[in-house]
């Protein structure tokens, strides 16, 4: 079946640092893969998608390329801003899925001004 | 434009009671899904409406019931509450159920069993 690994938290940094957090799947053919960010007392909500081997999806700073041969989407942003402290998780869906996402475990992020 | 949205947004049960938590969107989506969050697993599926009329089980769907009322309205049963039943519950849709398709996502629920 579909699995989503994502690197342990929390993840804490200061205003400015570069941001890299590990995402990891295994899936049966050629799934979508997205980022989703769940900030303090809200639903989750889409920050970039990839649908294809070597698509590079990106918003609001933040990008992942979806890697096939590694089958990765790493989360990167180069800045980040005390705005950005949320929940940020992996997920994945596949043609035959209905829509339905796999996610990973979730990782918090906490900016320091 | 609300989008989905679901009540309560909080609830507190004994464990044997049952209530149920009502999801309902404007975005004339066809699939809706309910999810389960827990802290350190993500969120898990717990069943999904494809389409108006259909209903499937997900990974994790013992001791809930669901019902697809139509096309806009989703709701999740639970008969007998149980403690491991806390959690938050998150009411999902998307648009054509593909697997390249945005899902958009309530607020939550949080329910507590005691």
């Known amino acids: 079946g579909n699995s989503v690994t994502q690197m342990e938290g929390p993840v804490t940094l200061s205003e400015e640092a570069f941001l890299t957090i590990n995402c990891t799947y295994t899936a049966t053919g050629y799934p979508s893969l997205f980022w989703y960010v769940q900030y303090p007392g809200e639903g989750l909500q889409l920050l970039l998608k990839a649908t294809k081997a070597d698509d590079k999806g990106s918003n609001k700073g933040f990008e992942a390329t979806y890697r096939k041969e590694t089958t990765s989407f790493h989360l990167e942003k180069g800045s980040v801003q005390v705005s950005d402290s949320a929940v940020y998780f992996c997920a994945l869906s596949d043609l035959t899925s209905y829509g339905k996402l796999t996610f990973g475990q979730g990782t918090i992020l906490t900016v320091h001004p | ?114």
């Open chain 2, 1 to 114: 434009n609300a989008g989905v949205t679901q009540t309560p947004k909080f609830q507190v049960l004994k464990t044997g009671q049952s209530m149920t938590l009502q999801c309902a969107q404007d975005m004339n989506h066809n699939s809706m899904y309910w999810y389960r969050q827990d802290p350190g697993m993500g969120l898990r599926l717990i069943y999904y409406s494809a389409s108006e009329g259909t209903t499937d089980k997900g990974e994790v769907p013992n001791g809930y019931n669901v019902s697809r009322l139509n096309k806009r309205e989703f709701s999740l049963r639970l008969e007998s509450a149980a403690p491991s039943q806390t959690s938050v519950y998150f009411c999902a849709s998307s648009s054509e159920g593909q697997g390249n398709t945005e899902a958009f996502f309530g607020q939550g629920t949080r329910l507590t069993v005691v």
